[in-house]
């Protein structure tokens, strides 16, 4: 069966410094890669989307960046944290096409 | 493009039914789902239907679609504590979904 994995599940980071998140995938291959940010008490925004190793679509332009190094690793990054980079990150996956996405269990990410 | 709408807060006793609504824009969307969102963890998929359905009952959830108005809802029988969550309504567009805000439902004793 398939399973999706994110971590660090909590990270508190100062100002300024870097970041970076990562998600794997198991028992799929190929698979459409999402990364989406959960403000306090609203929907979730699309940050960025890779259909394949490489190929990163990015949805909002702000300072983070993804990367997809292997094909079923996603990877978001920052090398300058803002404070309003603070919130619940969530990394996700689908098969190629319209179907349903399954959810990581999430990343809080509070910047001081 | 597509815009998915719900109402952000339910409150319910428990036992009571709760039913969740949310409408959207693109009547071409094939499928249509309900995820679940426990606090502090990811969203799990809870259930969909397609859209040349009008109902879908799965245990305690019934969904139902009324394509004309472009509305869906969640009914959720005998609800429990347990059942207190953040429920989204999403339908999918290429290369993402796209999801209403979420309704944290507050289930009483």
């Known amino acids: 069966s398939q399973t999706i994995h994110q971590w660090p599940a909590t990270l508190v980071q100062p100002v300024g410094s870097p970041l970076s998140l990562e998600c794997t995938v198991e028992?799929?291959?190929?698979?459409?890669l999402y990364w989406y940010r959960q403000a306090a008490g609203r929907g979730l925004q699309l940050l960025f989307y890779?259909?394949?190793?490489?190929?990163i679509s990015s949805e909002v332009p702000q300072n983070l960046s993804a990367s997809r190094p292997q094909d079923r690793q996603f990877i978001l990054s920052s090398k300058k944290l803002l404070l309003s980079d603070s919130g619940f990150y969530l990394c996700?996956?689908?098969?190629?096409?319209?179907?349903?996405?399954?959810f990581g269990e999430g990343s809080r990410l509070t910047v001081l | 493009g597509e815009d998915v709408e719900q109402s952000l807060f339910l409150s319910v006793r428990e036992g009571d039914s709760s039913v969740i609504n949310c409408t959207y824009t693109?009547?071409?969307?094939?499928?249509l789902y309900w995820y679940k969102q426990e606090p502090g963890a990811g969203l799990q998929l809870l259930t969909y239907?397609?859209?040349?359905?009008d109902m879908k009952q799965d245990q305690r959830l019934t969904v139902l679609l009324n394509k004309k108005d472009k509305h869906l809802s969640l009914r959720i029988a005998d609800t429990q504590t347990g059942d207190s969550a953040i429920y989204f309504c999403?339908?999918?567009?290429?290369?993402?979904?796209?999801f209403g805000a979420g309704t944290r439902l507050t289930v009483k004793p």
């Open positions: 996700a996956w689908r098969v190629q096409g319209l179907g349903e996405l399954f």
């Open positions: 028992g799929t291959s190929n698979p459409n």
């Open positions: 890779s259909v394949g190793i490489g190929q």
């Open positions: 693109d009547s071409s969307s094939t499928y």
């Open positions: 239907i397609f859209s040349n359905m």
């Open positions: 999403a339908a999918p567009v290429p290369n993402d979904m796209r």
